[in-house]
Protein backbone atom coordinates (compact mmCIF):
# COMPACT_ATOMS: atom_id res chain seq x y z
CA UNK A 1 0.00 0.00 0.00
CA UNK A 2 1.31 3.45 -0.97
CA UNK A 3 2.24 5.89 1.57
CA UNK A 4 -0.50 8.54 2.63
CA UNK A 5 0.95 11.54 1.33
CA UNK A 6 0.85 14.21 4.09
CA UNK A 7 0.66 17.75 2.47
CA UNK A 8 3.44 19.80 1.65
CA UNK A 9 5.54 21.82 4.00
CA UNK A 10 4.33 25.53 4.36
CA UNK A 11 5.73 27.34 6.88
CA UNK A 12 3.81 30.85 8.13
CA UNK A 13 0.51 32.56 9.63
CA UNK A 14 -2.24 33.11 7.38
CA UNK A 15 -4.97 35.63 8.63
CA UNK A 16 -8.07 33.68 8.07
CA UNK A 17 -11.91 35.75 8.37
CA UNK A 18 -13.55 32.69 9.78
CA UNK A 19 -17.06 32.55 8.54
CA UNK A 20 -20.23 32.70 10.86
CA UNK A 21 -21.25 29.21 11.93
CA UNK A 22 -17.80 27.07 11.63
CA UNK A 23 -15.71 26.29 15.08
CA UNK A 24 -12.52 27.11 14.61
CA UNK A 25 -10.86 23.49 14.52
CA UNK A 26 -13.21 23.15 11.07
CA UNK A 27 -11.67 26.32 9.83
CA UNK A 28 -8.26 25.55 10.76
CA UNK A 29 -9.32 21.93 8.53
CA UNK A 30 -11.14 24.20 5.74
CA UNK A 31 -7.46 25.99 5.44
CA UNK A 32 -5.17 23.03 5.47
CA UNK A 33 -6.68 20.98 2.88
CA UNK A 34 -6.87 24.25 0.30
CA UNK A 35 -3.50 24.82 0.68
CA UNK A 36 -2.02 21.18 0.98
CA UNK A 37 -0.54 21.77 4.15
CA UNK A 38 1.24 19.01 6.36
CA UNK A 39 0.55 20.84 9.65
CA UNK A 40 -1.50 23.47 10.92
CA UNK A 41 -3.44 25.08 14.31
CA UNK A 42 -4.62 27.84 15.34
CA UNK A 43 -3.88 31.19 17.50
CA UNK A 44 -7.00 31.75 19.24
CA UNK A 45 -9.93 30.11 19.75
CA UNK A 46 -13.34 31.95 18.47
CA UNK A 47 -16.65 29.97 19.17
CA UNK A 48 -19.10 29.00 16.05
CA UNK A 49 -21.02 32.31 16.50
CA UNK A 50 -18.36 34.85 16.18
CA UNK A 51 -16.70 36.04 13.26
CA UNK A 52 -13.19 37.68 12.22
CA UNK A 53 -9.78 37.53 12.66
CA UNK A 54 -8.34 33.48 13.05
CA UNK A 55 -4.64 33.30 12.97
CA UNK A 56 -3.54 29.93 11.51
CA UNK A 57 -0.67 29.14 11.86
CA UNK A 58 1.76 26.84 9.24
CA UNK A 59 4.33 24.26 9.99
CA UNK A 60 7.08 25.46 12.40
CA UNK A 61 4.83 28.52 12.86
CA UNK A 62 2.55 26.34 15.34
CA UNK A 63 5.51 26.36 17.45
CA UNK A 64 4.67 30.25 18.13
CA UNK A 65 0.69 30.22 19.08
CA UNK A 66 1.43 30.47 22.61
CA UNK A 67 3.04 34.04 21.85
CA UNK A 68 0.71 34.69 19.10
CA UNK A 69 -2.15 34.12 21.44
CA UNK A 70 -0.86 36.22 24.26
CA UNK A 71 -1.54 39.00 22.09
CA UNK A 72 -4.08 41.92 22.78
CA UNK A 73 -7.27 41.29 21.29
CA UNK A 74 -10.10 43.64 19.83
CA UNK A 75 -13.55 42.59 19.31
CA UNK A 76 -16.46 44.63 18.22
CA UNK A 77 -20.09 42.79 19.55
CA UNK A 78 -23.65 43.46 20.19
CA UNK A 79 -25.47 43.15 23.15
CA UNK A 80 -29.15 42.12 23.62
CA UNK A 81 -30.58 43.75 26.82
CA UNK A 82 -33.29 41.94 28.81
CA UNK A 83 -32.38 38.07 28.07
CA UNK A 84 -29.81 35.89 30.23
CA UNK A 85 -28.68 32.78 27.95
CA UNK A 86 -26.96 29.87 29.85
CA UNK A 87 -24.19 30.33 27.12
CA UNK A 88 -24.18 34.06 27.62
CA UNK A 89 -24.36 34.29 24.25
CA UNK A 90 -27.04 33.38 20.94
CA UNK A 91 -26.36 29.99 21.07
CA UNK A 92 -27.86 29.11 24.19
CA UNK A 93 -31.49 29.01 25.91
CA UNK A 94 -33.34 31.69 27.88
CA UNK A 95 -32.74 31.14 31.37
CA UNK A 96 -34.66 34.36 32.60
CA UNK A 97 -35.71 37.98 31.14
CA UNK A 98 -35.96 41.52 32.17
CA UNK A 99 -37.78 44.30 31.04
CA UNK A 100 -35.33 47.13 32.33
CA UNK A 101 -33.69 48.54 29.30
CA UNK A 102 -30.53 50.90 30.40
CA UNK A 103 -30.36 54.23 28.82
CA UNK A 104 -26.83 55.67 26.77
CA UNK A 105 -26.37 57.53 29.64
CA UNK A 106 -26.48 54.58 31.89
CA UNK A 107 -24.39 52.42 29.82
CA UNK A 108 -21.46 55.10 29.54
CA UNK A 109 -21.00 55.56 33.24
CA UNK A 110 -21.20 51.82 33.77
CA UNK A 111 -18.05 51.52 31.71
CA UNK A 112 -15.19 52.79 33.24
CA UNK A 113 -15.88 50.23 36.10
CA UNK A 114 -14.94 47.32 33.94
CA UNK A 115 -11.37 49.22 32.30
CA UNK A 116 -8.33 48.02 34.15
CA UNK A 117 -7.45 44.55 35.47
CA UNK A 118 -10.65 42.85 37.21
CA UNK A 119 -11.96 39.76 38.54
CA UNK A 120 -14.18 38.23 35.40
CA UNK A 121 -16.00 34.53 36.25
CA UNK A 122 -15.68 32.45 33.00
CA UNK A 123 -19.02 31.60 31.33
CA UNK A 124 -19.83 28.02 32.23
CA UNK A 125 -19.55 27.00 28.70
CA UNK A 126 -16.06 27.50 28.22
CA UNK A 127 -13.10 25.36 27.31
CA UNK A 128 -11.70 25.46 30.67
CA UNK A 129 -10.98 22.33 32.81
CA UNK A 130 -12.40 21.19 35.68
CA UNK A 131 -10.84 18.27 36.96
CA UNK A 132 -9.82 17.17 33.72
CA UNK A 133 -13.11 18.02 31.55
CA UNK A 134 -13.96 20.53 29.37
CA UNK A 135 -16.68 23.07 31.64
CA UNK A 136 -19.04 23.33 27.71
CA UNK A 137 -19.41 19.17 28.25
CA UNK A 138 -20.19 19.06 32.12
CA UNK A 139 -22.42 22.49 31.82
CA UNK A 140 -24.29 20.26 28.62
CA UNK A 141 -24.62 17.10 31.03
CA UNK A 142 -26.84 19.20 32.97
CA UNK A 143 -23.97 19.91 36.09
CA UNK A 144 -23.44 22.65 37.93
CA UNK A 145 -20.43 25.03 36.64
CA UNK A 146 -18.83 27.03 39.32
CA UNK A 147 -15.90 28.37 37.84
CA UNK A 148 -13.73 30.98 39.95
CA UNK A 149 -13.34 34.59 39.10
CA UNK A 150 -9.72 35.59 38.11
CA UNK A 151 -8.20 38.68 37.03
CA UNK A 152 -7.84 39.45 32.93
CA UNK A 153 -7.25 42.98 31.56
CA UNK A 154 -9.37 45.12 29.62
CA UNK A 155 -7.54 48.02 28.41
CA UNK A 156 -10.53 49.56 26.47
CA UNK A 157 -14.22 49.36 26.24
CA UNK A 158 -16.38 51.81 24.83
CA UNK A 159 -19.87 52.22 23.42
CA UNK A 160 -20.29 52.51 19.68
CA UNK A 161 -23.98 52.85 19.47
CA UNK A 162 -27.26 51.97 20.56
CA UNK A 163 -29.17 51.46 17.90
CA UNK A 164 -32.82 50.18 19.62
CA UNK A 165 -33.57 49.77 22.94
CA UNK A 166 -32.53 46.26 23.18
CA UNK A 167 -29.26 46.35 21.59
CA UNK A 168 -25.85 48.11 22.25
CA UNK A 169 -23.02 47.84 19.98
CA UNK A 170 -19.73 47.76 21.63
CA UNK A 171 -15.45 48.22 21.18
CA UNK A 172 -13.47 46.21 23.57
CA UNK A 173 -9.46 45.60 23.62
CA UNK A 174 -8.56 43.30 25.82
CA UNK A 175 -5.62 40.93 27.50
CA UNK A 176 -5.42 36.82 27.05
CA UNK A 177 -8.14 34.50 28.88
CA UNK A 178 -10.33 37.62 28.44
CA UNK A 179 -14.15 36.75 27.81
CA UNK A 180 -16.41 38.89 25.77
CA UNK A 181 -19.88 36.84 26.60
CA UNK A 182 -18.49 37.63 30.23
CA UNK A 183 -17.95 41.36 29.74
CA UNK A 184 -21.63 41.28 28.56
CA UNK A 185 -23.47 38.92 30.96
CA UNK A 186 -21.92 41.43 34.01
CA UNK A 187 -22.17 44.45 32.47
CA UNK A 188 -26.23 43.25 32.42
CA UNK A 189 -25.76 42.94 36.22
CA UNK A 190 -24.36 46.09 36.59
CA UNK A 191 -27.23 48.37 34.71
CA UNK A 192 -29.77 46.03 36.69
CA UNK A 193 -31.17 43.90 33.64
CA UNK A 194 -29.88 41.06 32.16
CA UNK A 195 -27.58 40.66 29.18
CA UNK A 196 -26.19 38.58 26.43
CA UNK A 197 -23.88 38.90 22.98
CA UNK A 198 -25.53 38.36 20.31
CA UNK A 199 -23.23 38.81 17.51
CA UNK A 200 -19.03 39.01 18.26
CA UNK A 201 -16.39 40.03 15.04
CA UNK A 202 -12.98 39.63 16.31
CA UNK A 203 -10.58 42.43 14.61
CA UNK A 204 -7.71 42.39 15.73
CA UNK A 205 -5.20 39.50 17.16
CA UNK A 206 -1.69 40.97 18.39
CA UNK A 207 -0.11 41.89 14.94
CA UNK A 208 -3.18 40.03 12.81
CA UNK A 209 -5.78 42.62 11.63
CA UNK A 210 -8.77 41.92 10.03
CA UNK A 211 -7.92 44.50 7.12
CA UNK A 212 -5.24 41.79 6.08
CA UNK A 213 -7.41 39.00 6.07
CA UNK A 214 -8.56 36.72 3.79
CA UNK A 215 -12.06 34.95 3.57
CA UNK A 216 -12.38 30.98 2.97
CA UNK A 217 -14.20 31.52 -0.15
CA UNK A 218 -11.32 33.86 -1.20
CA UNK A 219 -8.74 31.16 -0.48
CA UNK A 220 -10.92 28.60 -1.71
CA UNK A 221 -10.28 30.55 -5.57
CA UNK A 222 -6.44 30.71 -5.29
CA UNK A 223 -6.42 27.24 -4.42
CA UNK A 224 -2.70 25.24 -4.53
CA UNK A 225 -1.41 28.21 -6.56
CA UNK A 226 1.52 30.45 -5.87
CA UNK A 227 -1.21 33.89 -5.30
CA UNK A 228 -1.74 31.74 -2.10
CA UNK A 229 1.28 32.04 -0.74
CA UNK A 230 1.17 35.88 -1.13
CA UNK A 231 -1.40 35.60 1.91
CA UNK A 232 1.04 33.59 3.85
CA UNK A 233 3.36 35.69 6.12
CA UNK A 234 6.72 34.78 7.99
CA UNK A 235 6.71 32.88 11.16
CA UNK A 236 8.06 36.05 13.23
CA UNK A 237 4.96 37.57 12.58
CA UNK A 238 3.41 36.20 15.62
CA UNK A 239 7.26 37.74 17.24
CA UNK A 240 7.21 41.01 16.89
CA UNK A 241 7.44 42.34 20.08
CA UNK A 242 9.98 40.25 21.08
CA UNK A 243 13.65 41.75 20.93
CA UNK A 244 15.64 40.28 18.09
CA UNK A 245 19.34 38.75 18.68
CA UNK A 246 21.21 38.07 15.86
CA UNK A 247 24.22 34.97 16.12
CA UNK A 248 26.82 33.47 13.93
CA UNK A 249 26.31 30.34 12.30
CA UNK A 250 27.95 28.41 15.25
CA UNK A 251 25.91 29.57 17.67
CA UNK A 252 23.23 28.68 15.85
CA UNK A 253 23.75 25.36 15.12
CA UNK A 254 24.99 24.99 19.30
CA UNK A 255 21.25 26.70 19.95
CA UNK A 256 19.83 24.04 17.32
CA UNK A 257 21.23 21.04 19.40
CA UNK A 258 19.25 22.28 22.64
CA UNK A 259 22.72 24.14 24.34
CA UNK A 260 22.78 27.08 25.80
CA UNK A 261 24.96 29.73 24.04
CA UNK A 262 26.89 32.61 25.34
CA UNK A 263 27.15 35.13 22.51
CA UNK A 264 30.99 35.69 21.25
CA UNK A 265 30.04 40.02 20.63
CA UNK A 266 30.20 41.95 23.71
CA UNK A 267 27.63 44.32 22.26
CA UNK A 268 25.31 40.76 22.14
CA UNK A 269 26.49 40.20 25.95
CA UNK A 270 25.67 43.79 26.72
CA UNK A 271 22.20 43.54 25.64
CA UNK A 272 21.44 40.12 27.22
CA UNK A 273 22.40 42.08 30.54
CA UNK A 274 20.71 44.73 29.70
CA UNK A 275 17.41 42.59 29.34
CA UNK A 276 17.99 40.62 32.46
CA UNK A 277 17.81 36.92 33.83
CA UNK A 278 14.47 35.40 31.96
CA UNK A 279 13.57 37.85 28.94
CA UNK A 280 12.53 35.90 26.03
CA UNK A 281 14.00 36.76 22.85
CA UNK A 282 14.25 35.84 19.28
CA UNK A 283 17.37 33.93 17.83
CA UNK A 284 18.07 34.36 14.56
CA UNK A 285 21.26 34.55 11.96
CA UNK A 286 21.39 35.45 8.43
CA UNK A 287 18.30 37.06 8.98
CA UNK A 288 16.48 33.60 9.72
CA UNK A 289 14.65 32.93 12.62
CA UNK A 290 16.40 29.74 14.61
CA UNK A 291 14.74 29.51 17.96
CA UNK A 292 12.63 31.32 20.53
CA UNK A 293 14.82 31.39 23.65
CA UNK A 294 15.21 32.70 27.50
CA UNK A 295 18.07 34.69 28.62
CA UNK A 296 19.72 33.25 31.39
CA UNK A 297 23.33 33.94 33.05
CA UNK A 298 24.62 36.24 30.48
CA UNK A 299 23.41 33.84 27.69
CA UNK A 300 20.34 32.54 25.88
CA UNK A 301 18.89 28.89 26.29
CA UNK A 302 16.46 27.43 23.59
CA UNK A 303 12.75 27.33 24.54
CA UNK A 304 11.57 26.05 21.04
CA UNK A 305 13.90 25.27 18.15
CA UNK A 306 12.37 26.25 14.85
CA UNK A 307 13.73 24.27 11.44
CA UNK A 308 13.43 26.88 8.75
Known sequence: MAARRRGQAIHGWLILDKPLGMSSSQAVGAVRRLLDAAKAGHGGTLDPLATGV????????????????????????????????????????????????????????????FIGTIRQ????????????????????????????????????????????????????MVGKGTYIRAIGRDLGEALGTLAHVSALRRLRVGPFRAEDAISLDNLASLGHSAA???????????????????????????LRCGQAVTPLRPSDRARIDQLG???????????????????????IKPVRVLNL
Open 54 to 113: LPIALGEATKTVSWAMAGRKVYRFTLRWGEARDTDDAAGRVTASSAERPSTAAIAAALPG
Open 121 to 172: RPPAFSALKIAGERAYDLARSGAAVDLAPRPVDILELRLLRQPDPDHAELEA
Open 228 to 254: ASGHILPVETALDDIPALALTEDEAGR
Open 277 to 299: DGATVRATTGGKLVAVAQTVAGG
